[in-house]
């Protein structure tokens, strides 16, 4: 498949899979693909993709996930970049034309169609009617000591059948736990309240790299992190957050959906001018 990559979450530690990322991103007729798992650090360097890059990998349905968008890599580290589609410095005007073919401004019509059976839909272009605020709260500050064990025993399983694209990564070190929660609180055009927690991996680079400016500083780090997705982003950005659903709670959950990445160009001050013959 050809995807235009558009998200990757924060990583996280599995138990079966070691430390993952959620990969996301759609196809060029508009379809949402979830790339799942991929162990994006052990990729090499050199290899990794970015947001708004290209890729062709092969991928097979996942068959023990049930969401129509979710698919597993054959080989996690055979894949192409065979393009990147730039900004514009400004209104995104290309990347508008992919992202935004079907665009929800109603929390509860989508939450619907991921309940139905025949859609199950578990991501999602989202336009906020209003953003109200952003709020941080302290939350675990370890991994599992058990997921630990075995992420570590596992890696010293593998240095022992490193393949040929992995003989100069560096050695492996599990990426520290987030020890805070972000979240928006947003309104829907129905003017209903919703707050859902964010799972980007920017905004845990951004926190690490503010802690690592304010001398680690927890407080100072957060109230940056703030700053940068309230004061900037959601009040200077036309907006749009990129929600995704957990397989584990997308059919119990009141609401099932976090928010996994964000689009943000500039917005359109005034319509294009149209010349006719």
Same mark, same amino acid.
């Given at each position: 498949?050809?995807?235009?990559?558009?998200?990757?979450?924060?990583?996280?530690?599995?138990?079966?899979?070691?430390?993952?990322?959620?990969?996301?991103?759609?196809?060029?007729?508009?379809?949402?693909?979830?790339?799942? /798992?991929?162990?994006?650090?052990?990729?090499? $360097?050199?290899?990794?993709?970015?947001?708004?890059?290209?890729?062709?990998?092969?991928?097979?349905?996942?068959?023990?996930?049930?969401?129509?968008?979710?698919?597993?890599?054959?080989?996690?580290?055979?894949?192409?970049?065979? %393009?990147?589609?730039?900004?514009?410095?400004?209104?995104?005007?290309?990347?508008?034309?992919?992202?935004?073919?079907?665009? $929800?401004?109603?929390?509860?019509?989508?939450?619907?169609?991921?309940?139905?059976?025949?859609?199950?839909?578990?991501?999602?272009?989202?336009?906020?009617?209003?953003?109200?605020?952003?709020?941080?709260?302290?939350?675990?500050?370890?991994?599992?000591?058990?997921?630990?064990?075995?992420?570590?025993?596992?890696?010293?399983? %593998?240095?022992?059948?490193?393949?040929?694209?992995?003989?100069?990564?560096?050695?492996?070190?599990?990426?520290?736990?987030?020890?805070?929660?972000?979240?928006?609180?947003?309104?829907?055009?129905?003017?209903?309240?919703?707050?859902?927690?964010?799972?980007?991996?920017?905004?845990?680079?951004?926190?690490?790299?503010?802690?690592?400016?304010?001398? %680690?500083?927890?407080?100072?780090?957060?109230?940056?992190?703030?700053?940068?997705?309230?004061?900037?982003?959601?009040?200077?950005?036309? $907006?749009?957050?990129?929600?995704?659903?957990?397989?584990?709670?997308?059919?119990?959950?009141?609401?099932?959906?976090?928010?996994?990445?964000?689009?943000?160009?500039? /917005?359109?001050?005034?319509?294009?001018?149209?010349?006719?013959?």
């Amino acid at each position: 498949m050809k995807i235009l990559v558009l998200v990757k979450t924060y990583p996280a530690i599995s138990k079966k899979y070691g430390e993952i990322v959620c990969t996301a991103g759609i196809t060029e007729d508009g379809k949402w693909i979830r790339i799942y /798992p991929i162990p994006f650090r052990k990729i090499n $360097y050199r290899k990794r993709f970015k947001k708004y890059d290209w890729i062709e990998i092969e991928l097979t349905k996942n068959k023990k996930d049930f969401r129509p968008e979710s698919y597993r890599p054959i080989d996690y580290q055979n894949f192409r970049i065979v %393009g990147n589609l730039p900004s514009d410095k400004g209104t995104w005007k290309e990347r508008r034309k992919f992202v935004l073919k079907n665009i $929800y401004t109603d929390m509860s019509a989508l939450i619907d169609d991921a309940r139905d059976k025949q859609k199950s839909t578990s991501l999602a272009i989202f336009k906020p009617h209003s953003i109200l605020g952003f709020s941080f709260e302290p939350t675990e500050r370890e991994w599992s000591a058990e997921k630990l064990q075995s992420l570590e025993n596992s890696y010293a399983q %593998g240095r022992l059948f490193k393949t040929e694209d992995e003989e100069d990564i560096e050695p492996f070190e599990v990426v520290d736990k987030l020890p805070y929660k972000f979240k928006f609180e947003f309104t829907d055009e129905k003017q209903k309240k919703f707050s859902l927690m964010i799972e980007d991996w920017e905004i845990g680079m951004l926190y690490w790299n503010c802690l690592k400016k304010h001398k %680690g500083d927890e407080e100072k780090a957060c109230e940056d992190v703030k700053k940068k997705y309230f004061e900037n982003f959601a009040k200077t950005k036309d $907006y749009y957050f990129i929600l995704g659903t957990t397989l584990k709670h997308h059919k119990t959950a009141k609401n099932p959906f976090i928010i996994i990445g964000d689009f943000r160009p500039k /917005p359109i001050e005034q319509p294009e001018l149209f010349s006719f013959l």
